[in-house]
């Protein structure tokens, strides 16, 4: 990216928008987060640029995003980006004792099959975003509890890995790139 515009996404950091767009960009370049998806498009209508899901393969349309961007954005670029998600916990934490599960709706509805197979009893327990659910239980150190979220969520916030949740499809998101 030429130019020194801020790229706003949501986050918090360690977020699949997060991730994506530092993969996007080639690193952390400018990246700052917002809260909801409403205030990344705040920061392109004061003339920043923004990156924000529109589509996955497996749960469809992301809040009607794509035609927001669409009617009164311009779109300058998409990505596709692979989603593998996994349980991650903190310390100590064994997969069996869990029962509660924090995420986002959309990882929640993704991880399903696994939740059923191997979770049926846990309390499903929705988050702004994966990233926000992890640095829940990394922040209040909660026991017999698990995040959904991705591998290098789990790691940034020191949690452990308990289990890949395996893709039984191709899993992507699409992203866009818009001012």
Same mark, same amino acid.
């Given at each position: 990216? #030429?130019n020194?515009k801020?790229?706003?996404?949501?986050?918090p950091e360690g977020s699949?928008h997060h991730?994506?767009?530092?993969?996007?960009?080639?690193?952390?370049?400018?990246?700052?987060?917002?809260k909801?998806?409403?205030?990344?498009?705040?920061?392109?209508?004061?003339?920043?640029l923004?990156? *924000?899901? $529109?589509?996955?393969?497996n749960?469809?349309l992301i809040?009607?995003?794509?035609n =927001?961007i669409?009617?009164n954005?311009?779109q300058?670029d998409?990505?596709?980006?692979?989603?593998?998600?996994? &349980?991650?916990?903190?310390?100590?934490? !064994?997969?069996n004792d869990i029962?509660? $599960?924090y995420?986002?709706e959309?990882a929640i509805?993704q991880? #399903?099959?696994?939740?059923? =197979?191997?979770?049926?009893? @846990?309390?499903? &327990?929705?988050?702004?975003s994966?990233?926000e659910?992890?640095?829940?239980l @990394?922040n209040? !150190? &909660?026991?017999?509890?698990?995040? *959904?979220c991705h @591998?290098?969520t789990?790691k940034?916030?020191n949690?452990? &890995?308990?289990?890949?949740?395996?893709?039984?499809?191709?899993n992507?998101?699409?992203?866009?790139?818009f001012?």
């Open positions: 990216m #030429k020194k801020k790229v706003y996404t949501l986050g699949f991730l994506s767009c530092k993969e996007y960009l080639g690193g952390e370049s400018e990246i700052e987060f917002c909801s998806f409403g205030g990344i498009f705040e920061a392109v209508k004061a003339g920043n923004g990156w *924000i899901a $529109i589509y996955n393969s749960t469809g809040e009607n995003h794509e =927001e669409n009617r954005y311009n300058l998409e990505m596709d980006y692979e989603v593998h998600l996994c &349980i991650a916990g903190i310390k100590k934490t !064994n997969l029962d509660k $599960i995420s986002h959309k509805s991880s #399903k099959r696994f939740i059923n =197979e191997k979770l049926s009893g @846990a309390e499903l &327990i929705s988050c702004s994966t990233s659910a992890a640095q829940k @990394a209040e !150190n &909660i026991e017999k509890a698990g995040a *959904i @591998a290098e789990a940034f916030y949690l452990e &890995i308990l289990a890949q949740i395996p893709n039984k499809r191709k992507e998101t699409t992203f866009s790139f001012a």
